[in-house]
């Protein structure tokens, strides 16, 4: 069974589609393109989602009900929630919550209806795949990422962290707006549109889902500023040198259990 990759935005996915080996096969579906094949010795379905929790889920449910992924991994960037998270750290998401759910009074606040829950959890062997993956690639990124581009986005080395993920169907330019959502959700490290999406979606199939994020802006009035040159000179490198060691681990670790 291969692995599910997603993306949100095209560039995310770019570098990993090129790098596919064969036998290689795409099937274009919901306005989506599949494409399975062999990416760092493990086999995959990468697919780019477009952005937002619609997207995503019905992305994720793609893979696992036409696709058989064993697993979904997400990668892409989000805006910074947190003073201890800056541009370029990587964070990994050990719990998501989908910050814009409110079916209250009927339900708390966050809530997902009639599931009983808030918070989804990212898969344990995962989430340190994925880790293991982001902190080999900081080792690394003198190789992936050129000085100049390092330099502009004032990225020196990269910190890793694990943490909770907000989603939520906004892009988040609003300091106050940020500011209240960690009040509401202490602990938040990150804002991003897809992940806890994606996240309900692996709990419903109890599928392990795993979720990384370089931080891209600091979710306040300058977050669109410099957005689409982040993700095309930065993000798009940060999504192949994470996967490029962590995918293996991951698939060592799936078939292991
Ligand atoms: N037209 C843009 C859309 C970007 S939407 C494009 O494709 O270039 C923003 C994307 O980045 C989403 O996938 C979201 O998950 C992530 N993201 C980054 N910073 C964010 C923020 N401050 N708030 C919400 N999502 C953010």
Redesign the pocket.
């Known amino acids: 069974m291969p692995i599910g990759i997603m993306s949100?935005?095209p560039e995310e996915n770019r570098r990993l589609v090129e790098a596919l080996e064969g036998p290689e096969d795409v099937v274009i579906d919901g306005m989506r393109e599949y494409h399975s094949g062999t990416l760092f010795g493990e086999p995959v379905v990468l697919v780019f989602s477009r952005?937002g929790k619609v997207a995503a889920a019905t992305t994720a449910t793609a893979l696992i009900s036409r696709f058989d992924v064993r697993s979904i991994v997400f990668t892409?960037?989000?805006?910074s929630l947190s003073s201890d998270v800056r541009v370029g750290d990587i964070v990994v998401a050990d719990r998501l919550v989908q910050h814009d759910m409110d079916a209250s009074p009927l339900f708390d606040a966050f809530e997902i209806p009639l599931l009983h829950r808030s918070y989804f959890d990212g898969d344990r062997g995962l989430t340190r795949a994925l880790i293991a993956g982001g902190e080999a690639f900081v080792g690394d990124l003198a190789s992936h990422v050129t000085p100049d581009d390092l330099a502009q986005f004032a990225i020196g080395t990269p910190r890793v962290s694990r943490g909770l993920v907000l989603s939520g169907d906004?892009?988040?330019?609003d300091r106050a707006y940020a500011r209240s959502l960690c009040e509401r959700l202490p602990g938040a490290l990150c804002?991003?549109?897809?992940g806890a999406a994606v996240a309900q979606v692996c709990f419903e199939y109890g599928r392990p889902c795993g979720v990384v994020r370089v931080i891209?802006?600091a979710?306040d009035e300058t977050?669109a500023f410099d957005?689409?040159a982040f993700?095309d000179r930065v993000a798009t490198h940060f999504s192949y040198g994470i996967l490029e060691h962590a995918l293996p681990i991951i698939g060592g670790a799936l078939r292991a259990r």
């Open positions: 949100a935005i952005c892409g960037v989000a805006g906004q892009f988040v330019t804002v991003e549109m897809e891209s802006d979710a977050a957005f689409t993700v």
